[in-house]
C-alpha cells in the first residue's frame, strides 16, 4: 500500500507527537544536590536537558563539605532525598566509601582554578608570583575563604607554604556556607580566595586572576548517583549530558574547565 507524500508525512508527525506525549508521560523528577563550584554553568544546561528530555530536574545547594546546615552531607544524613551529587572528587569519594554513592557511577567533571577578588574599583594588587601574593596578603587588613576544597587548601597549607600562617590568624576568616565574593563586595573582607567559578557570577567584585602555578590548587568537581537514588538512569542521562562536549561552551564561560568524557575512562 502507498501513501501520499502528504498523507506520510501526517502519519511521521503523528507518531512523533505519540512518542513526545509517551516521553512525558515517563518523565522523571531528578534531584540533585550541588556545590557552588558548577552552580553558574549547571544553572545555564539544566533548561536544556530538560527541554531535550522532557525530565524535571529539581536542585539543593550547599558546600561539598562542613557542617552547615546545607552542606551535603548534612543533607544526606538526615535523610534528604537525592538522586545526583555534585560536589568536590575527594569529597564525592568519602561518600562513596561511606555507602552513599555508587562506585562506578562517578564521573569528574572539570577542573576549577583558585582566584583572587577585591571589591569593585579597589586597587587590585600583584598577584603574579608566590612573593607577590604574600607581600598582598600581608599587606590586606581582612582576607576571607570558603569552608569549602579552596578554603581548606588556602587556610591549611598555602598560608603555610608562604610562611605567613601566624600573621593571617587574625585577620583571615572562613566564610561558611555563602560566596566569597558576596563579603568582599560588602567591604567585610580586602581579598577574597575562591574558585573563580564561584565568584564570577557575584556582582560588587572585581576578579584579579588566577593564583600564580606555584601556588595554585585545581579542584575536581565529579558527580555521582547516590545508593538511595529513585531515578538512576535518569540520573545517569543528566550526568553525561553535564560531561558532553555540548557543555563545554558554558562550563568554559563560568572559569572551569571540561574534562573529556575519555579521561576519565
Known sequence: MKFKPTTL??????LAGVLLLAGAADAAEIRVMISGGLTAAYQALVPEFERLTGNKVLTSYGPSMGTTVNAIPVRLERGEPADVLIMVGY??????KQGKVVADSRVDLVKSPIGIAVKSGAPKPDISSADA??????????????DS???VY?????FARLGIADAMK???KQIPADPVAGVVARGDAEIGFQQISEMLPVPGVDIVGQLPPELQK???FSAGITTVSREPEAGKALIKFLGSPAAGAAIVKSGMEPIPASATN
Open 91 to 96: 569529597a564525592l569519594d568519602s561518600l562513596v
Open 170 to 172: 587574625d585577620k583571615a
Open 133 to 146: 601574593v604574600r607581600r598582598a596578603l600581608l599587606a590586606a587588613k581582612s582576607v576571607a575563604y570558603s
Open 154 to 158: 588556602v587556610s591549611t597549607e598555602m
Open 149 to 151: 576544597a579552596s578554603g
Open 218 to 220: 585545581i579542584t575536581v
Open 9 to 14: 508525512r501526517a502519519l511521521l508527525l503523528g
